[in-house]
């Protein structure tokens, strides 16, 4: 594999680490390690300890030479975040300072045309996180043996494309032809039937997004990868998003509303809801979302649909059903 490393450039990186405020003797998450920017930078701020998870084996590869330099400060899992209890617990941590979630793909997976994510070079319609999990459906089955109607729903409900039917016909259209096995052919496909949008966005964006999110089970794993933060915070303890879509940004507003019980317009006829259901969990530390700055959206336009949001840890606890939720493992839906 080529070493796509070079180009990438951690988003909102002093904003996350400013919201997080690392200090010494404190251990910290970081459940999206991807090139290691989120780790490499808390590391630096403070003699801390920072567990790093990723799902995907060739990003922790690359990230083997930091977790020797960090002389037993950086501990890299291999997982999903949404594993985050147990994948601590093996190491004998079960409550942390702090958590940072990166929810966007990495430039090492989106600069790889062999890993199939992107629709701007030439490769495999893959799209796996974890190529090692065979269990998982890849873009090239999907694509070709989905019906008409489960492809658009795939592509609207997870890409938010307002052409998904026009797009989900092109593409059974297409296959009767042979298999669509290149990220190019698919990509030339969804630009053949819609036009491209007046800020220079790719028509065939919406779909591969749509595409990854599905195969990789990522909106579970982001209320999962939530839930287990929650879970394992200390009090005081700080957590930090950062998205990239309104798909995502709604499962991280709606968690964050949740457990910072926000009071609802309720009748006062109504009974008064029980203690410990109004006990927030979280204080939200964004009244609104953080976006980057001008100048950083010019030098890495990864940068420019991404938005923050933090929170902290108070010392109510979580019930007992939500406690659950945290601790069981991933189910696979395919």
Do not use: W
Not at 259 to 279: I, M, Q
Not at 310 to 327: D, G, K, V
């Amino acid at each position: 594999m080529r070493n796509t490393n070079k180009s990438h450039q951690p988003v909102m990186l002093e904003e996350v680490t400013k919201f997080l405020s690392p200090k010494d003797d404190m251990v910290y998450v970081d459940g999206t390690f991807g090139s290691g920017g989120y780790s490499k930078r808390i590391l630096e701020l403070a003699n801390c300890q920072v567990l790093a998870i990723d799902r995907d084996p060739e990003a922790l590869k690359l990230g083997k030479r930091l977790e020797k330099e960090s002389k037993g400060r950086l501990v890299l899992l291999e997982g999903s975040f949404g594993k985050m209890v147990e994948l601590l617990k093996s190491k004998g941590i079960t409550n942390v300072d702090g958590v940072v979630l990166d929810l966007g793909i990495s430039s090492i997976q989106l600069n790889d045309p062999e890993r199939g994510f992107s629709f701007s070079l030439d490769g495999p319609l893959d799209m796996r996180m974890n190529r090692k999990d065979t269990k998982k459906l890849t873009a090239e089955k999907l694509i070709n043996h989905l019906s008409e109607k489960e492809l658009a729903k795939i592509i609207y409900e997870y890409g938010e494309e307002k052409f998904s039917k026009r797009i989900a016909k092109a593409i059974v259209q297409k296959r009767k032809n042979g298999l669509i096995k290149r990220t190019s052919e698919l990509a030339n496909i969804i630009r053949s039937v819609v036009r491209g949008s007046h800020d220079g966005i790719d028509p065939a964006t919406k779909t591969f997004m749509a595409l990854r999110i599905y195969i990789n089970n990522e909106i579970q794993e982001i209320i999962k990868g939530l839930k287990a933060s929650e879970f394992l915070l200390k009090p005081g303890g700080k957590i930090i998003i950062v998205s990239f879509h309104s798909l995502e940004d709604r499962e991280v507003k709606k968690f964050l509303v949740k457990c910072a019980n926000k009071p609802k317009g309720t009748s006062r006829h109504l009974p008064k809801p029980k203690e410990v259901e109004t006990t927030p969990t979280l204080n939200i530390l964004t009244k609104k979302i953080v976006r980057p700055t001008h100048e950083e959206v010019l030098g890495n336009p990864r940068a420019r649909s991404a938005r923050l949001r933090a929170a902290e840890r108070t010392a109510a606890p979580i019930l007992m059903h939500q406690t659950q939720a945290n601790t069981e493992g991933e189910k696979d839906v395919y």
